[in-house]
Structure formats: structure tokens, C-alpha cells
């Protein structure tokens, strides 16, 4: 057998993640004008959606309170064996960490924006181009500061599965550049400017991200923090950012907004808000259950659900517009799919049986480990049967000895 499949139900969390992501992100392309609250202002909706990320956060402590009513007196004993290892000033100082590496992070596009001028609906300024180079980075960097940071051993089966998803990104970005050269808009009409700032600052936040996620994944190592835990606590965090700096932009971004409101849209904006809401605190707490029961680089699996999508509701599109690009977005699910493919290899969940990429893994040492106990068992009662044999002989020659005496 080639491959073998190492099944866990953790990965529910990552694949009930996908399919919110996959759902959220097709109804949004398709009802993009819908999530333009802010009318003629895409830097002011970005903050709102800041906002609102942040009330999802802080959703999280209905989730720590039920926790601790369900368990309270197991919890509390188990508080009570590590409290005295725990150095509250370095934990809360990680927390400030973490708080502030996330609302820099959810700004990013909200600074893009307000620094470009750009417009979300325009093609020739966000294309498919800048998202793959900014999950291709992304990714990479995860795996960095998994090696660097948390010091993650870099196995024959690791490094396969880095260059696979390094091979698939460049081969993403050279059918990103053949689509739009095939395009009628074309290479030519791209804002080179606003494609190099949009690069620029979401690049910082293919750095922070992942930096954030490995912090958080050194909490929960070393402190035993529980994900809903963390997530309400990170999202107090962010709170007192807001309180701090929403007054500051307050008045600029009145100033940038256009005063005039559709009131029709008023049930329509409090099913996106309540929607966007609902879906960004399950995405949220699954991120951090992929980051707890897995590992930081783990949440790469869950980046590759934005290209995806992006895939298929562009085929979506081609297709009912008599468009025969998609075959071009063909070849790039192809591609997301072995990147996908890789990163199972990565977290060990498939395995592949020869060339010794299996030499590693976890659970070929545990059954190398099981294997060394059984033969270790074996010796030791070969061992004592060889001295019980001993004694007998001795005993019958004791009674020998005796009955000649006699």
C-alpha cells in the first residue's frame, strides 16, 4: 500500500471550518453589494467588519462560562495543581502580545484601503494574483516559525510536503498571470501601484498572522489554556485597542462617509451583520481548536479554503457567462488540491508507505516503540523460564543426593 490514512476526529474541527468558509465566502462574492455597509466607503466597512470580529471574540466568554459551570469543580482542582507554576506577568504580557498582533492583523485591510483608495469591486486591483502570492507566503512562513520558534524537528516527510506546496503556489501564480493575459482586460490594465501596496501591507500580515498563531500555540503548551479561554481573553484585549483608537479614526471616517443612507437595506444590513457574526465566531474558535489539538502550522489547511473558493465561484461564473476561462480555474483547484494533499502529508494524517517518508512519523515510532516493548517482554520471560529450569534441576538433584545418603 502507497498511502494510509490516519483518521482523527479533530479534523471535524478543520473540516467544519471549510465548510462554513466555502459557504460564507460564495454568498458573499455573489452578494458582494450587500456587504458594502458603508455606502461608497470600503475602508470604513473593513473597521465595522473589525468590529464585528471583535464581538465574536468576546462571544467566546458565554463559551468559558458554560465550560466552567458544566466542570467547576474539576477545573478548579486542576487550577489549583498548576496555578503555582503559572508567571501571571508573562502571561498576561503573551496576551497583550497576542491582542495586539490581532487588531493590527484585522486592520490590514482597512489600512489598505484607506492608504490606496482602491475599490473592492475593481478586478484590475484585487485579482486572484495577490491572494495566492499572499497564502503562498503565509503558509511558508508558518512552517519558518515552527522550526525556528518552537523549535518543530524537519523530518523526510516534512520537507516533501513544503516543496509540494511551494511547487503548487508557483504553478497557482503562473495560471493566475496566463488568466488575466487571456482575459480581455489583461495584464496591461492592472494598477501596478495599488498592486504593490496591496502586496506590501498584506504581506506584514502574512508575517503577524502566523506569528500570532504561534504564540497562541505556546500558551496553550505551556499554560493549558483552553481555546474558548483564550479567545474571550484575546478579545478583551482587542476591546481596549478599539476604546483607545476608534475615537482617534472616528472623525475621519465620518468625514469619509457619505451621508446619504438607503433605509430600504435596514433588514438586509442586520441579517449580513448577524450572519458575518454567527460564522466568524465558529471560524474563530475552530482556528483555535486546529491551533490546540494540532499545531500552528496546521491552520495552513484552513488558508487553502480562500483559494478554493475563489476557484469555484469563478467557474461558477465563467461557465453561466459562456466564458471558457475556467478551465484555467480548473487547473487551479487541480493545483489547491495537491497543496492540500501536502499539508495532510505535513500533519501526518496521510502517510505515505515507502521511500522511508513513513520513518518518522508518530504513529510508525509508537508502533516501533510498541514493537521494542513486546520483544522486551519476550526476552524477559524467555530469561526467567531459562532460571525456573535452573531451579528444578537443582531440586531434583538436591533429592538425588539426599536418597543416596539414605
Given at each position: 500500500?502507497?498511502?494510509s490514512?490516519?483518521?482523527?476526529?479533530?479534523?471535524?474541527?478543520?473540516?467544519?471550518?471549510?465548510?462554513?468558509?466555502?459557504i460564507?465566502r460564495?454568498?458573499?462574492r455573489?452578494?458582494?453589494e450587500?456587504?458594502?455597509?458603508?455606502?461608497?466607503?470600503?475602508?470604513?466597512?473593513?473597521?465595522?467588519?473589525?468590529l464585528l470580529?471583535?464581538?465574536?471574540?468576546?462571544?467566546?466568554?458565554?463559551?468559558?462560562?458554560g465550560?466552567?459551570?458544566?466542570?467547576?469543580?474539576?477545573?478548579?482542582?486542576?487550577?489549583?495543581?498548576?496555578?503555582?507554576?503559572?508567571?501571571?506577568?508573562t502571561?498576561?504580557?503573551?496576551?497583550?502580545?497576542?491582542?495586539?498582533?490581532?487588531?493590527?492583523?484585522?486592520?490590514?485591510?482597512f489600512?489598505?484601503?484607506?492608504?490606496?483608495?482602491?475599490?473592492?469591486?475593481?478586478?484590475?486591483?484585487?485579482?486572484?494574483?495577490?491572494?495566492?502570492?499572499?497564502n503562498?507566503?503565509?503558509?511558508?512562513?508558518?512552517?519558518?516559525?515552527?522550526?525556528?520558534?518552537?523549535?518543530?524537528?524537519?523530518?523526510k516527510?516534512?520537507?516533501?510536503?513544503i516543496?509540494?506546496?511551494f511547487?503548487t503556489?508557483?504553478?497557482?501564480?503562473?495560471?493566475?498571470?496566463?488568466s488575466?493575459?487571456?482575459?480581455?482586460?489583461?495584464?496591461?490594465?492592472?494598477?501596478?501601484?495599488?498592486?504593490?501596496i496591496?502586496?506590501?501591507?498584506?504581506s506584514i500580515?502574512a508575517?503577524?498572522?502566523?506569528?500570532?498563531?504561534?504564540?497562541?500555540?505556546?500558551?496553550?503548551?505551556?499554560y493549558?489554556?483552553?481555546?474558548?479561554?483564550?479567545?474571550?481573553?484575546?478579545?478583551?484585549?482587542?476591546?481596549?485597542?478599539?476604546?483607545?483608537?476608534?475615537?482617534i479614526?472616528?472623525?475621519?471616517?465620518?468625514m469619509?462617509?457619505?451621508?446619504?443612507y438607503?433605509s430600504?437595506k435596514?433588514?438586509?444590513?442586520?441579517f449580513?451583520?448577524f450572519?458575518?457574526?454567527?460564522?466568524?465566531?465558529?471560524?474563530?474558535n475552530?482556528?483555535?481548536?486546529?491551533?490546540?489539538y494540532?499545531?500552528?502550522?496546521?491552520v495552513?489547511?484552513?488558508?487553502i479554503?480562500?483559494?478554493?473558493?475563489?476557484?469555484?465561484?469563478?467557474?461558477?461564473?465563467?461557465?453561466?457567462?459562456?466564458?471558457?476561462?475556467f478551465?484555467?480555474?480548473?487547473?487551479?483547484?487541480?493545483?489547491?488540491?495537491?497543496a492540500?494533499?501536502a499539508?495532510?502529508?505535513?500533519?501526518e494524517i496521510?502517510?505515505?508507505k515507502?521511500?522511508?517518508?513513513?520513518?518518522?512519523?508518530?504513529?510508525?515510532?509508537?508502533?516501533?516503540?510498541?514493537?521494542?516493548?513486546?520483544?522486551l517482554?519476550?526476552?524477559?520471560?524467555?530469561?526467567n523460564?531459562?532460571?525456573?529450569?535452573?531451579?528444578?534441576?537443582?531440586?531434583?538433584?538436591?533429592?538425588?543426593n539426599?536418597s543416596?545418603?539414605?
Amino acid at each position: 500500500m502507497l498511502l494510509s490514512f490516519s483518521s482523527n476526529r479533530n479534523l471535524l474541527y478543520a473540516l467544519t471550518y471549510w465548510i462554513i468558509e466555502i459557504i460564507f465566502r460564495c454568498f458573499k462574492r455573489y452578494r458582494k453589494e450587500d456587504f458594502s455597509i458603508i455606502e461608497n466607503n470600503d475602508a470604513a466597512n473593513e473597521y465595522l467588519y473589525l468590529l464585528l470580529d471583535n464581538f465574536s471574540d468576546l462571544l467566546g466568554g458565554f463559551l468559558v462560562v458554560g465550560i466552567k459551570c458544566s466542570f467547576l469543580w474539576h477545573r478548579n482542582k486542576y487550577k489549583n495543581a498548576i496555578r503555582r507554576d503559572i508567571n501571571i506577568k508573562t502571561l498576561i504580557l503573551l496576551f497583550i502580545c497576542i491582542g495586539s498582533l490581532d487588531y493590527l492583523n484585522r486592520s490590514s485591510f482597512f489600512i489598505f484601503f484607506e492608504i490606496s483608495g482602491a475599490k473592492s469591486d475593481n478586478i484590475n486591483i484585487l485579482h486572484k494574483i495577490q491572494g495566492d502570492l499572499i497564502n503562498l507566503l503565509d503558509i511558508l512562513i508558518r512552517y519558518l516559525f515552527s522550526i525556528i520558534i518552537l523549535k518543530i524537528k524537519v523530518y523526510k516527510h516534512h520537507k516533501l510536503s513544503i516543496f509540494l506546496i511551494f511547487i503548487t503556489f508557483v504553478f497557482l501564480l503562473i495560471i493566475d498571470i496566463l488568466s488575466l493575459i487571456y482575459d480581455k482586460t489583461g495584464m496591461e490594465n492592472i494598477d501596478t501601484k495599488i498592486t504593490l501596496i496591496y502586496i506590501a501591507i498584506l504581506s506584514i500580515r502574512a508575517v503577524l498572522f502566523p506569528l500570532e498563531d504561534i504564540i497562541i500555540k505556546k500558551v496553550f503548551t505551556i499554560y493549558y489554556i483552553l481555546p474558548e479561554t483564550l479567545m474571550f481573553l484575546r478579545g478583551l484585549i482587542v476591546l481596549i485597542h478599539i476604546i483607545i483608537i476608534t475615537p482617534i479614526l472616528y472623525h475621519h471616517l465620518k468625514m469619509t462617509c457619505s451621508n446619504e443612507y438607503d433605509s430600504s437595506k435596514i433588514s438586509t444590513n442586520i441579517f449580513i451583520i448577524f450572519s458575518y457574526i454567527v460564522a466568524t465566531f465558529f471560524k474563530a474558535n475552530l482556528v483555535l481548536k486546529v491551533i490546540y489539538y494540532f499545531s500552528s502550522q496546521s491552520v495552513s489547511f484552513l488558508i487553502i479554503a480562500e483559494s478554493i473558493t475563489g476557484s469555484i465561484t469563478q467557474i461558477i461564473k465563467d461557465i453561466g457567462s459562456g466564458n471558457d476561462k475556467f478551465y484555467f480555474i480548473i487547473m487551479e483547484i487541480i493545483a489547491i488540491l495537491i497543496a492540500l494533499f501536502a499539508t495532510l502529508i505535513y500533519d501526518e494524517i496521510i502517510i505515505i508507505k515507502k521511500w522511508e517518508f513513513d520513518e518518522n512519523v508518530a504513529t510508525e515510532i509508537i508502533k516501533r516503540a510498541n514493537t521494542e516493548i513486546e520483544k522486551l517482554g519476550e526476552i524477559i520471560i524467555e530469561d526467567n523460564g531459562e532460571g525456573e529450569d535452573i531451579n528444578v534441576n537443582e531440586e531434583e538433584d538436591i533429592g538425588m543426593n539426599e536418597s543416596i545418603i539414605d
